[in-house]
């Protein structure tokens, strides 16, 4: 009996899934090599949380409100004007070089929203940087 001999054909890695991960790998260093975490950091901003009680007294904190015509009250004065001299000037004057004095804005929501960025660059410019923004609850759906 005569055995044929089968010659074993020659076995190749699949090099598909290599160049893919390959292809990753410049992807995710090109991304991480561009992309800037740090752009928004020249203020340092509170996020608004909803709580029961307040943190702090409310004479320890100095409160910026803006009605829907963007109208600047601050400490429970009106503002001559809306320019950002004049709300750089009133907050340099109520903040007395405390810079980690906290800020609170308060925008009716139907505030430009350039009034609420004027504010914001006002505070800046002073020194403040302990800002946040007052929210309200929503109602419930039920009642």
């Given at each position: 009996m005569k055995f044929r001999y089968h010659r074993s054909q020659d076995v190749e890695p699949d090099i598909a899934p290599i160049n893919l991960i390959d292809t990753m790998l410049v992807l995710l260093l090109f991304f991480m090599s561009t992309t800037t975490f740090d752009q928004y950091r020249a203020l340092k901003i509170k996020l608004p949380e909803a709580e029961t009680q307040a943190k702090e007294s409310r004479q320890d904190r100095?409160?910026?409100?803006?009605?829907?015509?963007?109208?600047?009250?601050?400490?429970?004065?009106?503002?001559?004007?809306?320019?950002?001299?004049?709300?750089?000037?009133?907050?340099?004057?109520q903040a007395a070089g405390d810079p980690s004095q906290p800020l609170i804005i308060s925008a009716d929501a139907t505030t430009p929203y350039q009034a609420v960025i004027k504010a914001m660059d006002a505070a800046s410019q002073v020194g403040l940087v302990n800002i946040s923004f007052a929210t309200e609850l929503p109602l419930s759906a039920g009642g």
């Open positions: 100095l409160e910026v409100i803006i009605d829907g015509a963007g109208n600047y009250v601050v400490a429970k004065q009106a503002l001559a004007d809306n320019r950002l001299e004049t709300l750089r000037a009133v907050l340099a004057q």
